[in-house]
């Protein structure tokens, strides 16, 4: 269960002063994502692991993601705004279809789960979420939001469905 995030900018601009607001994000791909191993940096509001990771990119443009272990899905995205370089906090929202992700050792399903990162006006970022157990493959439409402030910046659906496990090829790691 790993959420990704990938603000790219970060390495061209490393200093962080007072964040700015996006003008607006552009979306430049979504889909099934190559499974770049990351590194664990934390969790997200609801407890589920997020990872930080560089260099995925879109195997498979599509909006209909398979139930598989190891598929990595998500939007690549560009923040756009002035003036370039400013730091912007972004917002990532996942929300689940109901009934939600029954995770082992907590009470209630979860519906959506929210993490947070740094990226830069003109800078490019990643958000995914991976299979790695049983319990997070729910079937239905899924959605990746992109939050700066108050505003929703981006928004992109993903329809979550049941195969056979002799029809699952997971994304390979890059």
């Known amino acids: ?16 002063g007072s964040a700015e607001s996006a003008a607006s994000i552009e979306i430049t791909g979504y889909g099934i994502l190559a499974n770049t191993p990351g590194k664990r940096v934390g969790t997200g509001s609801s407890g589920i692991e997020e990872d930080y ?7 498979k443009t599509t909006d209909t993601i398979p139930t598989c272990l190891g598929t990595r ?4 995205y560009r923040l756009v705004g002035a003036p370039v370089g400013a ?3 972004i917002v990532a929202v996942n929300k689940f279809p109901a009934p939600g992700l029954a995770m082992p050792g907590v009470a ?15 800078g490019e970022g990643l958000s995914s979420y991976q299979f790695d157990n049983q319990w997070e ?8 939001e992109l939050w700066s402030g108050d505003r929703k910046l981006a928004s992109h659906d ?6 056979p496990g002799k029809e699952c090829i997971a994304s390979p790691i890059t």
Do not use: H, K, Q
């Not at 209630?108 to 003109?122: F, K, N």
């Open 87 to 89: 730091a912007v906090n």
């Open 73 to 76: 899905f998500g939007i690549l």
């Open 137 to 144: 493959m729910v079937p239905g439409i899924w959605a990746i």
């Open 1 to 16: 269960m790993r959420l990704s995030t990938a603000l790219l900018a970060i390495c061209l601009f490393p200093s962080v």
């Open 108 to 122: 209630a399903p979860i519906r959506e789960d929210r993490y947070g990162d740094i990226g830069r006006i003109g």
């Open 158 to 163: 993903f329809s979550v469905v049941r195969v």
């Open 53 to 59: 990771v560089a260099g995925d990119y879109v195997l």
